[in-house]
């Protein structure tokens, strides 16, 4: 099988930005305080782009969403063993936008990031 260098050069790129996110997300943890929403915030992003990654290798378009439901349904169809997976990182979706302004919503606790 011949690899697109596009497809992989693509593929590369999500999963650099959801490592960066993971790392960004670490340094906000240890932060004194924590930043708690930024936390979530780059977690929801870090499962995101590597969702995204997996679509892109598989050549599947997507729609710009951060609903992890949505685009994990469409890796579900691709691998049936990454429900459960998935099924768990769901809750994620509404920290693409949840603690982000505000008077939006009260500061996190600990125990959710």
């Known amino acids: 099988m011949q690899l697109d ?9 999500w999963l650099m930005k959801a490592r960066n996110d993971l790392r960004a ?8 305080p924590p930043l708690l929403e930024d936390v979530l915030f780059h977690c929801q992003q870090a499962a995101e782009k590597a969702i995204k990654a997996l679509l892109t290798w598989h050549d599947q378009p997507f729609r710009k969403t951060h609903d992890l439901v949505e685009i994990g349904g469409q890796c579900v ?15 994620l979706s509404e920290f693409a936008w949840k ?4 008077g939006e919503s009260e500061e996190p606790p600990r125990e959710e990031a």
Request: net charge negative; proline share 11%; aromatic share 6%.
């Open 25 to 32: 997300a670490e340094t906000d943890l240890a932060a004194s």
């Open 99 to 102: 603690y982000r302004y505000p």
């Open 5 to 13: 260098p596009q497809q992989v050069a693509d593929t590369r790129a």
């Open 77 to 91: 169809e691709i691998d049936a063993e990454l429900e459960p997976l998935l099924r768990h990182a769901a809750p």
